[in-house]
């Protein structure tokens, strides 16, 4: 690599890496807190298979580490997904770069860099991100490999990324589709073993650790088909929807203050331009996007009935960004410099408003929790009553090992002896994420209030 590459890279890291932490998402008390309870007892030497989240093995093992090297907490939580969302950046860049030269690949890892989607997950616990870059890391593998060794390489990092979330197996169509468009299958032949072999030893390990080497299966079966997509796509106008619009609408359709869908839309269009002039590498990189986006939409999770795979979500976009984001670099290389660093400042533009818009908030749905566990570590209440969400994220704070005892309103109507929280976010009505409150008695002595939380000791 040459010392201008070197330099790009080395800038284009220190881009992402300060944007990332400026804009450092945290806790959104969601699955992100399901995967720190999960750490915090593999931390602690207790390991069990209850649900799904418990199963990736993979995305689990580099939190626990970091719970066991520096305890419970926000940076701990999401260091691996920074590390993995840097490592994305550089991926791209190289990607990039292989094809099209390095002012591409400097412009691809600055989109990259700068991609609203992309960065908020960055510094939010769920698996999409850290699968992102293991999927381009095989790619870019893939695309280099001479020899059985890297290309049973490429195969293992597709197994590794399967131990993190199921849908890592979308990056398969691709291989496959460029093997008949190649007419060569046995270059296939280390890599396939390789990606087996990972997923025999999970059979073999899960078959040691439980009884039932099919155990994630179930599991994935229990909580998505059964309880998540089969009601949430219960009639056939659901379905078709789910099959036909919803990603679309996700990419591409423009929201109040956000402007990921102008990097999505930037990046196709520069992609089916690159295509149409049959660019070196373009149809590859077209495979890519296209396996992942078609297995997002049609990849069945049962088949009587048909029902998708996946619920959709912002945070299972990263997968999606990494091959635009090449497309971008491809296209802006080979427009005038001027031209190219316009459109880079409208993006960079878009993302401090985007990023500013995110980062606000997701800071809502972890703020009251937090401002309630200072007032409670100054005053040292022995039970606290309050909504469920806050508790939870109490006992994140608390490194899930509380030091007093957290009561739900629905779960008790004594509050003699307690302090009572209420947090007006969390229970505020007529809101998709409401949750039990109480009404404060007038007898009841208010300790503390904010624009937040209102304390009372009844």
């Not at 296209?290 to 976009?317: G, H, K, V």
């Amino acid at each position: 690599m040459s010392p201008r590459a070197r330099t790009i890279l080395a800038a284009l890291l220190l881009l992402a890496a300060g944007a990332r932490l400026r804009w450092f998402s945290g806790l959104q008390v969601g699955d992100d807190i399901v995967y720190s309870k999960i750490a915090a007892d593999r931390a602690a030497g207790l390991l069990k298979f209850t649900n799904v989240h418990e199963a990736r093995n993979g995305f689990l093992l580099p939190i626990t580490a970091a719970y066991a090297l520096f305890g419970p907490g926000e940076v701990p939580l999401v260091l691996y997904n920074l590390l993995c969302s840097l490592g994305l950046v550089a991926v791209l860049f190289f990607l990039a770069r292989r094809f099209w030269g390095e002012t591409a690949g400097g412009i691809a890892g600055l989109t990259a860099a700068l991609h609203p989607n992309l960065l908020f997950f960055a510094t939010e616990c769920h698996t999409d991100t850290p699968v992102a870059f293991w999927q381009a890391l095989a790619v870019l593998v893939y695309l280099s490999a001479p020899d059985a060794k890297r290309l049973a390489l490429a195969g293992f990092l597709v197994g590794w990324a399967w131990l993190h979330k199921e849908h890592a197996i979308f990056l398969l169509p691709l291989f496959a589709g460029h093997a008949i468009a190649r007419r060569a299958w046995r270059p296939l032949l280390p890599l396939a073993l390789a990606a087996l072999g990972v997923f025999l030893a999970e059979l073999l390990f899960f078959a040691v650790a439980t009884g039932d080497p099919f155990k994630r299966f179930a599991l994935v079966k229990s909580m998505h088909v059964g309880h998540y997509i089969a009601t949430r796509y219960a009639d056939t106008g659901e379905l078709l929807y789910r099959l036909f619009l919803e990603l679309p609408r996700l990419l591409f359709a423009p929201r109040r203050g956000e402007y990921a869908w102008a990097f999505n839309l930037l990046g196709l269009g520069l992609g089916a331009t690159a295509v149409a002039r049959n660019a070196p590498g373009a149809r590859l990189l077209a495979g890519w996007w296209t396996s992942i986006y078609l297995s997002y939409c049609f990849w069945p999770s049962s088949l009587r009935p048909f029902l998708p795979s996946f619920y959709l979500f912002e945070w299972t976009l990263p997968l999606l960004a990494g091959p635009l984001a090449c497309f971008c670099g491809e296209g802006l290389a080979r427009r005038p410099r001027w031209a190219a660093a316009a459109v880079m400042s409208v993006a960079a533009v878009a993302a401090v408003l985007t990023a500013g818009v995110q980062h606000a908030r997701g800071a809502r749905f972890s703020a009251g929790g937090k401002e309630a566990h200072a007032w409670i570590e100054r005053e040292s209440p022995g039970r606290v009553v309050t909504d469920d969400k806050t508790i939870e994220v109490l006992d994140f704070l608390d490194g899930h090992r509380p030091r007093r005892t957290y009561v739900p309103f629905q779960e008790t109507k004594d509050v003699a002896g307690s302090v009572v929280i209420v947090d007006k976010f969390w229970t505020q009505p007529g809101q998709w994420w409401t949750r039990p409150g109480v009404e404060p008695q007038p007898s009841w002595t208010k300790l503390y209030e904010s624009d937040r939380l209102a304390i009372y000791r009844p």
